[in-house]
């Protein structure tokens, strides 16, 4: 983080960046509260249905234009859905990890359990 906003910042010398950085719990409280008194330009939070109750209550914006505007839906394409709401962007991921299954084939043998092949 501290690397993308050197990066802004030299980029944009005339706009100020103040960083604040909260431990994982005590953000989930904070912005609740901040969102709807002094709110910052950006945050940062999830995206579906943890960032809705935030789009309907008006506190987050459309961010639609910026991904026409850099060709996000093919770079980020996997993400679309889970930023949309109401035909709307209201977020851009910065960051990405898999989930996946896993299973102990020692059990799955020892069981007479055969790994599926396909999602059906």
Same mark, same amino acid.
């Given at each position: 983080?501290?690397?993308?906003?050197?990066?802004?910042?030299?980029?944009?010398?005339?706009?100020?960046?103040?960083?604040?950085?909260?431990?994982?719990?005590?953000?989930?409280?904070?912005?609740?509260?901040?969102?709807?008194?002094?709110?910052?330009?950006?945050? %940062?939070?999830?995206?579906?249905?943890?960032?809705?109750?935030?789009?309907?209550?008006?506190?987050?914006?459309?961010?639609?234009?910026?991904?026409?505007?850099?060709?996000?839906?093919?770079?980020?394409?996997?993400?679309?859905? %889970?930023?949309?709401?109401?035909?709307?962007?209201?977020?851009?991921?910065?960051?990405?990890?898999?989930?996946?299954?896993?299973?102990?084939?020692?059990?799955? &043998?020892?069981?007479?359990?055969?790994?599926?092949?396909?999602? &059906?």
């Amino acid at each position: 983080m501290e690397t993308l906003l050197e990066g802004f910042k030299a980029a944009h010398p005339d706009v100020t960046v103040k960083w604040n950085n909260f431990d994982h719990e005590g953000y989930k409280s904070a912005i609740r509260n901040f969102l709807t008194a002094d709110a910052p330009d950006v945050v %940062s939070w999830y995206s579906g249905n943890r960032m809705a109750p935030f789009v309907k209550a008006g506190l987050f914006e459309d961010v639609s234009d910026l991904w026409t505007e850099n060709k996000l839906d093919d770079q980020l394409k996997s993400a679309v859905k %889970s930023m949309e709401i109401d035909g709307k962007k209201w977020g851009i991921p910065y960051s990405y990890y898999q989930w996946g299954i896993y299973y102990r084939k020692d059990i799955f &043998a020892e069981q007479g359990i055969t790994p599926p092949k396909n999602w &059906a």
